[in-house]
């Protein structure tokens, strides 16, 4: 039984699951293993969109055959069993890939769900994060998801509310540090205002 990332996260790690679903199949068929399962669990919340886990199945599905799945096959089929985009989906565990990740395939963070939950005044995870920028990051994956289908408009919200959110503390600390009563009533009626609209639209 091998499975598929979705605890601990709002959409499945997709690259980590794709990468050990294949060397598990793979494991399985050299060592003659004649049944094998996929689970997918709700940990921490069951806060992930479970149907996300749907590519990792279709690549389950694959392996049942072949070793050596293809990859323009694999994503024909998805259409053709969900009516959805492989590569969107896949795309969309930008969520939690982001830049500083130098291995998608083997890093399980869950950065989106740690940014969305932290209080942005204290924002107790910015020190992991000290000399990185995601909001470009954040931005770019909204636009991208919001021109693929309905199932993923959440991860696209999700993406548009960390993109304000996520150094919105580094932001308005050095604006406050510096004194500069401008910059923090720019930020209050802009990136702030517009928070409080992207997490109740969310």
């Given at each position: 039984?091998a ?6 996260r709002?959409?499945a790690?997709?690259p980590v699951?794709?990468?050990?679903m294949?060397?598990f199949?793979s494991?399985a068929?050299?060592?003659g ?12 919340g ?8 749907l590519?990792g ?15 323009d096959?694999?994503?024909s089929?998805?259409?053709g069993?969900c009516?959805?985009d492989?590569a969107m ?9 982001v ?7 083997v890093?399980?963070t ?18 992991v994060?000290?000399?990185v ?14 021109t693929?289908s ?6 696209a ?9 996520c150094e919105?503390?580094r932001?308005l ?6 004194g500069d009563?401008?910059?923090?009533r720019?930020l ?6 517009a ?7 969310l």
């Open positions: 039984a499975g598929i990332w979705t605890w601990g709002f959409w790690h997709l699951s794709m990468g050990n294949t060397a199949m494991a068929r050299d060592k293993v004649k049944e094998a399962l996929v689970t997918i669990w709700g940990d921490d069951t806060e992930c969109d479970l149907f996300s886990a590519a199945l279709q690549l389950f599905a694959e392996l049942g055959y072949t070793d050596d799945v293809d990859e096959v694999l994503h089929n998805f259409r069993s009516d959805e492989f989906f896949t795309a969309a565990s930008g969520l939690d890939v830049p500083c990740v130098e291995e998608p395939a890093c399980v869950n950065i989106s769900k740690i940014l969305l939950w932290q209080d942005p005044f204290l924002s107790i995870y910015d020190p994060l000290a000399g920028s995601l909001r470009q990051h954040y931005e770019a994956l909204a636009v991208k998801l919001a693929g309905d199932r993923l408009k959440m991860p919200q999700l993406a548009r509310t960390l993109a304000l959110k919105l503390r932001d600390a050095a604006a406050y540090t510096a009563t401008a910059r923090l720019a209050l009626d802009g990136d702030v205002s928070l409080i609209d992207a997490v109740d639209d």
